[in-house]
Every structure is written in structure tokens, then in C-alpha cells.
């Protein structure tokens, strides 16, 4: 053979080489990139990383790392893989905005201004880039330029009322209370149904002594929106102010029964009972701030106060003590121990406290005065601060999830927004533990494939799903090793290729998954397991692609088909798999349910409807049916049933269910 000739076969050998080293190093990335979708970021950290560790020449790995580490909190090492990023490609837009929003949660305000304003050179209308922008400029009191901004995007009239509230939060804070309150009055005239608007020129109404004008924008914003805790409080405040504490107190109950874990509502309650001559009531409502948080040193003062009063010694000598404690220069609470102290007899202690006054006193010059409150309290206002959160993630994972955001909106008003639909069931090893709405049901084909012992663990079906840890990646790779091997000794066991099937789809490798499900179909085309696993995967996948396809579409700005028509192929191989689990196990209740969910996305609801009404004749306790079917009854309109659907599922275990009928009524 001729040195050509052998040159020729070794160059070729070496292009397949890296040809398949190529495939592989996609085929990671593919599946890290399915891993971080589905919050697995542990996960999908380790498959970055491995094409880190041969290929670290690469950007997207060490871009994809950052956002998981993003969602982990480990900030700086999201910034140390976004230089990595910016090392081989200093234009890569999108890394700038991500360093950004990691020094901004490290509070390196200055840097991070200087990563969105790159960010914005390469995509100026980016909506949540901007967003941060005016939040970091707020923290560098650049409020100037923070007002500019502002009156930019309302321009646009993009958000006209969240950008129209921050403008006048902005103001307030530059003492500018005139113009922040002529602000807030025309974003009323503009949008007179929302009702933050409403409660925070209440707030500011308040914060500016003017009572009457707060009490009547708060009677408005609860009016819109009796759900929210803080207007309750806000307007209990002003009535405990105005005397009249009968209204005051049911507005404090009431904001309790919203949020029994407001420390504000609670302690202002009990200052109420307290003024009212309710000592033990309020001690009651003290003890419950004081175990939602210890150290709410206001509590703790009142507690020793009321406990002196009803000759509570001991525990107001406890009380005062640990205040003391926390405040060593804090006069009342010697002057209340020292009065407690005499009463327990104990003399020399008492006068040990005289003694620790004199000194404080007469130290005043070099000793910081210490001061604690027992005024009530008034509950602050989201800011965009609070707001940008649901704005920033959904622009930094590209891969942001289609929720049913929206799905009441225009029937119910935009407090709707953040309406979730119970997600479909799958088969895996692992679920979320206290589950309150869990499927109890005896399904005999997953009985008789645990009793095969052939998985490595018992199947069980759950729409709860959990991220694996460390060791749970290491015993399933490790199992798909195993089953590799034993299909190699038994190329037609069905249930090698099921096990090994589930084994990829916990790691997120769907096309892997997918194809050993319809290898094992192959072999049994009665297997309906299979046939149910490669729907609930295709669906999965095609959640990804929809999903990266719209993100591209924003991106490009380009104009297509709408994404359920372009995936109508996808849907139907999904919906087909549904059908045929149905056909061989009819009472197969999750199968109509997972069914229901898929025809509900392509807005098909009536039969959605009748998929989940299915699913309940089978399973009269299934409270995620009740739930979704609640949800999209609502949607085309029948109120009544929706709220008697949402009834049972929330009394079978989903809690959510009682939020969002109280806010129906």
C-alpha cells in the first residue's frame, strides 16, 4: 500500500474521528441545555462541564454554566464563567447581561451598570436589561438619570403602570412629593383598575400625614383586590390612628387571615388589644411574631412592657434581660428590669441596674444611643426591585417556561397572572415528599413491573418531580451501564429498554429515551408503560423546542407560524402514544389527565374538558383533574363549575385552590 494511499485512510479515520467527538460534544450540550430547562441544574452543571473538560476552548458551556450556577446563588462563580466567555468572544452579547445580573446580586452596583449599559449597546430595547439598569442607578443614587430612563419607557407605553409607580417611588425618595403624587394621579386616570396604583399613593398619602385621602385610596385598592395583606394593614393603621379600633381590628384580623406569618400585622394587633385593655391577647399575638422571627426587638420590648403590667415578673425579667443582651446601652430595659427585679425581691440586682443607668448616663457623649419602637407600623409597597425578579429570569434562562400565565386575565383582572396548571404525571423513581395531592391509586401494570425487580428502583407516578442529586447522576449513570450490558446478553427483554428508557430521561437525555422506549415497543406492542413514557419525553422535549423557538423568534423578530402550528406533527405523535396507552388500559386516569393537558395547549378545551371529566369518573379523589379542569372552565366561561372544581381540589390537597377562590368571590 502507498504512503498516499495510507495518508488518504488516516486522514479519513481522523475526520470521523472528530466528527463523532463533534456529535458527542452537542449531544452534551443538547442535553445540559435539557437539564437546566427542567431545573436540574446540579445536573446540567456536570454535563457543562464535562465538554469544559475537553473542549474548554468552547463558549456556550461555560455561558450555560453561569445561568445554573445563577439559579444555585453562586453568583461569583457565574461571573468567573461569563470571563471565561468573554475571553474567547468579547461580543457575545448576552454575557454581559448575565455578569450584570451577577454583580448586581454581589451589590457591585458600578460594575454591573457597566455590564447592562454594554448589554444594551448590542439590544437597546431589551426590556429586562433595562429594568436592572434602573434598579442598579437607583442603588448608585443616580436617580437623575433613573427619572430619564423612566420617562422613556413610558413613552412607549410598555408596563405604562409598574414604570409609572417606580417614577414616583424615584420622586419620593428625591423628597419630591408634589410631582410623585401628581404621578401617581395620572397613572389612575389612566389605568383606574389597578389597584397597586392605587394602594401606593395611599401609602405615600399616609407617609405624608394625609389620612383621609389614604383611607379613601385604600378603600379603593381593596375594592380591587381583597387578597392583598398589606392594603389591610396599611388601612388598620389608619383607623387605629383615627380611633376607631373596632374597624381597625377587623382590618388587622383580616390581614392575618391573609398572611398569618405578617410579623407587621400581628404587632400591630397586639398594640391595638393592648390599648384596648386585651393584655392576654396581645401577649398572644407577641409570642407569634416572636416565633416567626426572634429577633423582632420590637415584640420583645412590648412583651416585657405588657408582661409588668399583669405582674408577669419572671417573664418580663427574662424579657428585659435578653434585650439588654442584644442592647447593652438600652436605658428603658434596665429601668423596667430594675422595677421588675424589686418586685421579685431581688434587691441587689435591682440596684445593680440603678448603677448600670448611672454609668450609661453619664458615658452619654462616647455611647451610642440605642432606641427601640413600640409604634405601629405600616407595610411597605413592592418596588420594581421586588417586581424585576419575574422580568430578569425570564430573559436570563433562555429557556423560560410557557406557564399559564395570563389564563384569567381580562375575566378576573391581571392579579391572575401567576395561575399555575397542575403538570403532567410521569413514571420515575422519585417525587417531591408531603405531597399533599398525591394519586392514590392501585395501577396493576406498575405493580407487576416492580415485582420483575428488573429497574433499579420501584416506579411510581408523580407530576412532582425532583432534581437528582449527586450521588442519584452517579447511580443512574451507573445503572444505564448495567442495563447496556444486560441488553447486550438479551437483545428482546422489552423491559431492558423500558428500565434503561427512564434511566435516560432522569438524566435528560431525551433522544436516548425516546429511542429505547420505542425499541422496547418494538419488542411488546402491547407495553403500555412504553407507549405512555415516550409521550410524557416527546412532550418534554417539544416543551424545549417551543420554547427555544420562540426565544429565537423574539431575538430575530421575525414573523411565523404560530409554535402549536408548527409543532402540529409533534403533537399528534404525542397524542397518538395517549391513545394508544388508552386503547390498552382504559382506566388508566393519568394517561386521560396528561392527554387533557396537551389538548388544553392547543386550546382545544372542550375536549380537554372531557379528557379530565374522564379522568375523574375513574378516579373520583384525582385533584389535579378537579384543579385544571377548574382553571379551564373559568377560561371558556362557567364560573360556577369552576369554582366547584377548584373547591375539591383544594380539598383534596391542593391548597392553592382557597387563594384563588377567595379571589373569585
Not at 442598579?136 to 433613573?146: A, F, K, P
Not at 405588657?306 to 415578673?313: A, C, P, R
Not at 429557556?399 to 410521569?426: C, H, P, W
Amino acid at each position: 500500500m502507498t504512503k498516499r494511499r495510507w495518508y488518504i485512510i488516516f486522514v479519513l479515520c481522523l475526520w470521523h474521528v472528530i466528527l463523532l467527538a463533534q456529535l458527542n460534544t452537542d449531544r452534551l450540550l443538547s442535553i445540559g441545555r435539557n437539564a437546566l430547562y427542567f431545573e436540574d441544574y446540579i445536573l446540567s452543571i456536570q454535563y457543562f462541564n464535562q465538554i469544559i473538560n475537553t473542549k474548554p476552548y468552547l463558549i456556550e458551556p461555560y455561558y450555560y454554566r453561569a445561568i445554573a450556577k445563577l439559579q444555585l446563588e453562586d453568583f461569583s462563580g457565574a461571573e468567573r464563567d461569563i470571563e471565561e466567555v468573554l475571553k474567547r468572544n468579547p461580543f457575545y452579547a448576552d454575557a454581559f447581561y448575565v455578569r450584570g445580573f451577577a454583580r448586581k446580586n454581589m451589590e457591585l452596583w458600578a460594575e454591573a451598570e457597566k455590564d447592562f449599559v454594554k448589554a444594551l449597546e448590542f439590544d437597546p430595547e431589551n426590556w429586562a436589561v433595562k429594568l436592572n439598569l434602573i434598579e442598579v442607578r437607583e442603588r448608585l443614587e443616580q436617580y437623575e438619570e433613573v427619572l430619564k430612563e423612566l420617562d422613556l419607557l413610558i413613552k412607549k407605553n410598555s408596563n405604562y403602570t409598574l414604570l409609572k409607580l417606580e417614577k414616583a417611588r424615584i420622586l419620593f425618595l428625591e423628597n419630591d412629593t408634589t410631582a410623585a403624587l401628581n404621578c401617581l394621579t395620572e397613572c389612575i386616570k389612566k389605568d383606574s383598575l389597578s389597584d397597586e396604583a392605587w394602594s401606593y399613593r395611599a401609602l405615600l398619602r399616609l407617609q405624608t400625614n394625609d389620612q383621609k385621602g389614604a383611607l379613601d385610596d385604600y378603600n379603593k385598592a381593596i375594592e380591587l383586590n381583597n387578597t392583598n395583606a398589606n392594603y389591610y394593614i396599611n388601612r388598620g393603621l389608619l383607623n387605629y390612628y383615627t380611633k376607631n379600633y373596632r374597624q381597625a381590628l377587623s382590618d388587622y384580623d383580616k390581614a392575618t387571615e391573609l398572611n398569618p406569618y405578617s410579623q407587621i400585622s400581628l404587632f400591630n394587633r397586639a398594640l391595638l388589644r393592648a390599648e384596648v385593655g386585651d393584655l392576654n391577647n396581645a401577649i398572644e399575638d407577641l409570642n407569634n411574631v416572636l416565633k416567626i422571627n426572634p429577633n423582632y426587638n420590637e415584640a420583645l420590648f412590648k412583651r416585657a412592657l405588657l408582661f409588668s403590667e399583669l405582674g408577669s415578673w419572671q417573664q418580663a425579667e427574662d424579657d428585659y434581660s435578653l434585650l439588654i443582651e442584644r442592647y447593652p446601652y438600652f436605658i428603658p430595659a434596665y429601668h423596667g428590669r430594675h422595677q421588675v427585679r424589686k418586685q421579685l425581691g431581688k434587691k441587689e440586682l435591682a440596684y445593680h441596674d440603678l448603677e448600670k443607668i448611672d454609668e450609661i448616663e453619664k458615658n452619654k457623649d462616647k455611647i451610642k444611643e440605642e432606641n427601640i419602637s413600640t409604634t405601629a407600623q405600616y407595610a411597605q409597597e413592592e418596588s420594581i426591585k421586588d417586581k424585576i425578579k419575574e422580568f430578569s429570569n425570564t430573559n436570563l434562562n433562555d429557556f423560560a417556561k410557557n406557564k399559564y400565565e395570563n389564563l384569567l386575565r381580562g375575566t378576573i383582572q391581571n392579579q391572575f397572572s401567576d395561575i399555575v396548571n397542575e403538570q403532567n404525571f410521569v413514571l420515575t423513581y422519585y417525587s417531591e415528599k408531603n405531597h399533599l395531592a398525591q394519586v392514590k391509586r392501585f395501577y396493576p401494570m406498575i405493580y407487576e413491573t416492580n415485582k420483575l425487580e428488573i429497574l433499579p428502583g420501584n416506579l411510581k407516578l408523580t407530576n412532582k418531580e425532583i432534581s437528582l442529586t449527586m450521588p442519584l447522576i452517579a447511580y443512574h449513570t451507573q445503572s444505564l451501564n448495567q442495563f447496556s450490558y444486560f441488553i447486550q446478553q438479551n437483545e428482546n427483554n422489552a423491559y431492558l429498554y423500558l428500565g434503561r428508557g427512564i434511566d435516560y430521561s432522569l438524566v435528560q437525555d431525551f433522544n436516548s429515551a425516546i429511542s429505547d422506549f420505542s425499541k422496547a415497543i418494538l419488542i411488546d406492542s402491547e407495553l403500555s408503560l412504553a407507549y405512555f413514557c415516550r409521550a410524557n419525553i416527546r412532550y418534554k422535549q417539544l416543551v424545549f423546542l417551543m420554547n427555544a423557538y420562540e426565544n429565537e423568534n423574539k431575538l430575530d423578530k421575525k414573523e411565523d407560524l404560530p409554535t402549536n402550528q408548527k409543532y402540529a406533527y409533534d403533537f399528534e405523535l404525542i397524542i397518538r402514544d395517549y391513545d394508544k396507552v388508552l386503547s390498552l388500559t382504559p382506566d388508566f386516569d393519568v394517561a386521560w389527565f396528561n392527554k387533557a393537558n396537551i389538548l388544553g395547549e392547543q386550546k382545544n378545551f372542550e375536549d380537554a374538558i372531557h379528557h379530565y371529566t374522564k379522568a375523574i369518573e375513574i378516579n373520583p379523589e384525582f385533584a389535579q383533574a378537579y384543579f385544571n379542569r377548574g382553571l379551564m372552565l373559568f377560561f371558556i366561561g362557567k364560573t360556577n363549575e369552576g369554582l366547584t372544581d377548584l373547591s375539591k381540589a383544594g380539598e383534596l390537597g391542593i391548597y392553592q385552590s382557597y387563594n384563588i377562590i377567595k379571589r373569585l368571590k
